[in-house]
């Protein structure tokens, strides 16, 4: 069975050992990386992985946001070229069939717009699977409450009539 991850990485060169080590143990067909903190010139590598990657740097210079998708080349993949300032990349994979992975970031500080997100939905081929750092908070995904973002969330949810891969449980994990 084929194995997606998504974590929240809070910087790439601190946590590549880790991420090294998953990838030894589950063989994930690709991890949805959020906040890899990588500069356009910073070098990266995962061996047997390629690494799609939307990096992002603030005013003062730092890498902030961004996303980043190592995908192993033991499985057929493409790129798929999406039009959007949204923090997101997406692939189709052969799976058990060919499948669209999209990961996709939501800064909590940055609003986004509805339309943002319905365009997106009509760029990726279906099937498709979006996994990501959304910050948005709502009891259908383990949270105790709802925050505007949240809300936004089910509504995206309910309008594309997708659904919500989630088993009421908490979605966030602080180490």
């Known amino acids: 069975m084929a194995c997606l991850v998504l974590w929240n990485f809070h910087g790439f060169r601190s946590k590549v050992c880790h991420i090294k080590s998953l990838m030894y143990e589950v063989h994930p067909v690709c991890i949805a990386l959020q ?3 990588l500069k356009p010139a910073d070098i990266a590598k995962i061996k047997c ?3 799609l990657r939307i990096d992002n740097e603030n005013e003062s210079g730092r890498a902030s946001g961004e996303v980043a998708l190592p995908v192993s080349h033991d499985t057929l993949s493409f790129v798929i070229t999406l039009h959007t300032n949204l923090q997101t990349v997406a692939i189709r994979v052969l799976l058990s069939n060919l499948v669209t992975v999209c990961t996709l970031y ?3 500080s940055t ?3 509805d339309r943002d997100l ?3 939905v009509d760029e990726w081929p279906t099937p498709f699977i979006i996994i990501g ?3 948005g908070h709502n009891p259908l995904w383990g949270s105790k409450n709802t925050n505007p973002r949240g809300r936004q969330i089910e ?3 309910n309008t594309h009539s997708l659904c919500l891969l989630n088993n009421g449980e908490n979605t966030y994990f602080h180490q």
């Open 118 to 120: 319905d365009r997106l």
């Open 106 to 108: 939501l800064p909590p």
């Open 35 to 37: 906040e890899p903190y």
């Open 155 to 157: 509504e995206f949810i």
């Open 133 to 135: 750092d959304f910050n």
């Open 111 to 113: 609003n986004v717009n």
């Open 49 to 51: 992985y390629s690494l």
